[in-house]
Each structure stands twice: as structure tokens, then as C-alpha cells.
């Protein structure tokens, strides 16, 4: 059992930048696989990135690839998703999600898929 909690979103002009963090409650950060997915009005979950246990494997989707970067921090039961070169199309609410899963095949690319899911934190790009 694991509570995930997003914090870091707000508002920024295209081109800027911002950092989310996902805080995890519990010891066992370091067993899950971590994943930010977003979510804009009327669209389904769509995946941002992941990150594996170790810290060692990344993805990316492909709209954010180049921009975003996703790290953790197992001692502070962290992940982060640094957001550079913000475009007003990344506009959404982000959400971080955690897995328990040990091999990195496609359901890493699914909302649905994964454990635990916090309650998201927006993210508004626009002039």
C-alpha cells in the first residue's frame, strides 16, 4: 500500500519551465516502478514518462521526449519530472502512478496498469 501525493504544478509562459514532485508514503519506494501520466479536459490518461526501479531505466512519450526529464530519489521516496521548454499542448493535469510490476513490457505505458495513482496537480502553459 503506497499514497502518492503531487505537488509543483501552477502556471508558466510557453518556454518555461517547471518541476514536479510525487511523494510516496511507506518503505518500499524502491520496489515500485514510477510513471507520470497527464490528462486534458475530455482526453484520456496519456503516458509522460517512467522510470524503474533503480533509477536506471527511462521512457519517454513521445510529445515531452527531448524535454522532460524523469529522476528519483529512493531515500526520500521521490520522483521528479522536470518540464522544460513548456508548450501551451502540455497544458493538463499530471498525475504520478506506481507499479509493482518487474518486467519493463508495454503496461508501463498504461494508466490502467499500475497499482496506485495520486490525485494530480495542474499544469497551465499559455501567454
Known amino acids: 500500500q503506497v499514497q502518492l501525493v503531487e505537488s509543483g504544478g501552477g502556471w508558466v509562459q510557453p518556454g518555461g519551465s517547471l518541476r514536479l514532485s510525487c511523494a510516496a508514503s511507506?518503505?518500499?519506494?524502491?520496489?515500485?516502478?514510477m510513471g507520470w501520466f497527464r490528462q486534458a479536459p475530455g482526453e484520456e490518461h496519456e503516458f509522460v514518462a517512467a522510470?524503474?526501479?533503480?533509477?536506471?531505466?527511462?521512457s519517454y512519450g513521445d510529445p515531452v521526449q527531448g524535454r522532460f526529464t524523469i529522476s528519483r530519489d529512493n531515500s526520500k521516496n521521490t520522483v521528479i519530472l522536470q518540464m522544460n521548454s513548456l508548450k501551451p499542448e502540455d497544458t493538463a493535469v499530471y498525475y504520478c502512478?506506481?507499479?509493482?510490476?518487474?518486467?519493463?513490457?508495454?503496461?508501463?505505458?498504461?494508466?490502467?496498469?499500475?497499482?496506485?495513482w495520486g490525485q494530480g496537480t495542474q499544469v497551465t502553459v499559455s501567454s
Open positions: 511507506g518503505r518500499s519506494f524502491g520496489q515500485y516502478i
Open positions: 522510470v524503474g526501479r533503480s533509477g536506471g531505466y527511462v
Open positions: 502512478a506506481a507499479s509493482l510490476r518487474r518486467s519493463y513490457d508495454t503496461d508501463i505505458y498504461v494508466w490502467s496498469k499500475y497499482d496506485h
